[in-house]
Structures are given as C-alpha cells and as structure tokens.
C-alpha cells in the first residue's frame, strides 16, 4: 500500500510517500503560511493563496503517483489563525480534500511517534509557530508542551535582532515549567534542526540520509545561532547546508533550540528524519 502524507506547516509544506513500512521519499515547498500571523491574528489571503495551490499540487502528484491512501493534517498557523476555516476551505475548494486540524497535544504525539516509534526518549519540534517539547518512557508520557512560538513567529516578533529575541524567548519559555530531560535521549525534529545538521555536514545537495542521526551539542547550537545572527541574510543563504528560503529564520529557530536544550538540561540532541509526518500515518493507520 502507498500512503501518502502532507504536513502544512507554518513556513513549508511537505509531502511524505510511504510504502511497506519505509519513507520512500519527501518533497517541499516553502510557503510561509504563518507569516505575519503574530502580528493580525489571522493568516493573509496572499499566503492562503500560495499555500492552497501548493497543498493541490502535491495531492495531483500523489493522485499521479497511485496513492492508495491520502492523509492532509494542518499544525499551529492554521489552528491559531482567526480565519484558519478560511485556509481549509479554499483546499477543498482547489482539490476536494478536507484537511485535518490537529491540537498541539496531537502534533507532539505525532512528533514523538514518527521519532521513536515507541521508544524511550524525547523530542524538540521547532516549527514555524510553535515548538513541541514531550518526553515518554515504558509507554507513558512523562512531559509534554506546546509552546506558541517558532521561527517564523520569532522573526514576525522580533527580526533578526539577538536582544529583542533573546527577549522574547525568555519572556515565553517560562511556560515549559521545570522539567529536567538530562537522563532521556531526545531527538529534534523540524525544518530547523535537519537545516542545521545540514549545516554542520557542509552538504552541497541535501541528503536525509546524512543528516538522519546527526549529533548537536548544547554548545554547537548555541555557536550557530550567534553565526547566523551575525551573518546578513545573503551571507547565511550563501552558506553550504541551508535550505535558501529558510535563512531568514533560521537565527531565531536556533536560539529557540539552544534556549530549550538549555532549560531541560539537555546536552547533545540527535536528529531525526522520521517525525510527524511517519507518526500521523501511524496514528491514523497503525502502520507505515
């Protein structure tokens, strides 16, 4: 059987193709639906606009593809937006496919899902606009949080300004409260944690496969966050590893990282390919 999955995020949609219990292959496009969201409350009509056509353009190819089965779930931009409805109703307009709204408690069960699959362990999901922390062990959920805030929502708050984000960071990472995830293995998930590992290997061309695995210490987040920070934009999208269209956030998705990895006492974090995308299948199929 081959499933088809498509995350719409705050800044991109992504399209997972899954068959026989592996990920066969993942497709992007960068549209930044959270955009200015911070700011109105509400999601612009140009950024529906874009969205939409991306989202029926990755159903056409999975339809082309020969899905035999056809999931389209929506994370933090859509369910915080004033006129979320809006955006799903104009996919169902474009495609006829009715797409799922899921809770921040969902997005990190399926964060925490497609990572591990069942294991011990934790994850760190840096998305657009908001970041899931959750940490699970002998089958129990031990921790989890949804915080309102990711890269795209950090740089809509406060640019590309270390201060003004250090600022707004700290002002909201006091609502994770105290736990210490120092004795877990945690894994971090998201467009900004696999850029960075990116990043750190100097790919040329984008490789899962590489940067599946990738370790980053507490200090090797920290040291990039202050690079990108301190680069112009141009100077970061110039950069062997970074995905282009993600330059601009990136400095804020990092600190937000560091800051968190710092909280929880977390060390070093490992990068995992397999996320939200593989844990809704799993949760709506009960296999990949």
Same mark, same amino acid.
């Given at each position: 059987?081959?499933?088809? /999955?498509?995350?719409?995020?705050?800044?991109?949609?992504?399209?997972?193709?899954?068959a026989?219990?592996?990920? %066969?292959?993942?497709? *992007?496009?960068?549209?930044?639906? #959270?955009?200015?969201?911070?700011?109105?409350?509400?999601?612009?009509?140009?950024?529906?606009e874009?969205?939409?056509?991306?989202v029926?353009?990755?159903?056409?190819?999975?339809?082309?593809?020969g899905?035999?089965?056809?999931?389209?779930?929506?994370?933090?931009?859509?369910?915080?937006?004033?006129?979320?409805?809006?955006?799903?109703?104009?996919?169902?307009?474009?495609?006829?496919?009715?797409?799922?709204?899921?809770?921040?408690?969902?997005?990190?069960?399926?964060?925490? %899902?497609?990572? *591990?699959?069942?294991?011990?362990?934790? !994850?760190?999901?840096?998305? #657009?606009?908001?970041? =899931?922390?959750?940490?699970?062990?002998?089958?129990?959920? %031990?921790?989890s949080?949804?915080?309102?805030?990711?890269?795209?929502?950090?740089?809509?708050?406060?640019?590309?300004?270390?201060?003004?984000?250090?600022?707004?960071?700290?002002?909201? @990472?006091?609502?994770?409260?105290d736990?210490?995830?120092?004795?877990?293995?945690?894994?971090?998930?998201g467009g900004?944690?696999?850029?960075?590992?990116?990043?750190?290997?100097? *790919?040329?061309?984008?490789?899962?496969?590489?940067?599946?695995?990738?370790?980053?210490?507490?200090?090797e987040?920290?040291?990039?966050?202050?690079?990108? %920070?301190r *680069?112009?934009?141009?100077?970061?999208? /110039?950069?062997?590893g970074? =995905?282009?269209?993600?330059?601009?956030? @990136?400095?804020? #998705?990092?600190?937000?990282?560091?800051? @968190?990895?710092?909280?929880?006492?977390?060390?070093? !974090?490992?990068?995992?390919?397999?996320?939200?995308?593989?844990?809704?299948?799993?949760?709506? =199929?009960?296999?990949?």
């Amino acid at each position: 059987m081959k499933i088809f /999955a498509i995350d719409i995020g705050s800044n991109s949609v992504r399209l997972a193709c899954i068959a026989d219990g592996k990920t %066969l292959y993942k497709r *992007l496009k960068t549209t930044r639906l #959270g955009e200015g969201l911070s700011q109105t409350g509400k999601i612009s009509q140009q950024a529906i606009e874009r969205t939409a056509s991306a989202v029926s353009d990755f159903i056409g190819f999975a339809k082309n593809e020969g899905a035999d089965r056809l999931f389209a779930f929506a994370t933090a931009a859509v369910r915080s937006a004033e006129n979320g409805a809006d955006f799903t109703a104009r996919v169902k307009e474009l495609c006829g496919v009715t797409v799922d709204v899921i809770s921040g408690e969902e997005e990190a069960n399926c964060g925490i %899902l497609g990572a *591990l699959q069942g294991g011990d362990g934790g !994850i760190i999901d840096v998305g #657009g606009a908001s970041t =899931e922390v959750t940490v699970q062990s002998g089958g129990k959920t %031990l921790y989890s949080k949804s915080l309102d805030l990711g890269a795209v929502r950090l740089f809509d708050l406060a640019g590309r300004d270390k201060a003004r984000l250090e600022k707004v960071i700290e002002e909201k @990472i006091t609502n994770y409260g105290d736990f210490c995830a120092t004795q877990f293995n945690m894994y971090a998930i998201g467009g900004t944690a696999t850029t960075l590992a990116s990043v750190k290997h100097g *790919l040329k061309v984008y490789d899962p496969a590489i940067t599946h695995g990738t370790v980053l210490t507490q200090n090797e987040v920290k040291e990039l966050a202050a690079k990108f %920070l301190r *680069l112009s934009v141009e100077e970061v999208r /110039a950069l062997n590893g970074m =995905e282009p269209r993600r330059a601009d956030v @990136i400095g804020g #998705g990092c600190l937000l990282l560091y800051n @968190i990895m710092k909280r929880f006492g977390i060390n070093d !974090i490992t990068v995992s390919e397999s996320d939200n995308l593989e844990g809704y299948v799993l949760l709506k =199929e009960g296999v990949l």
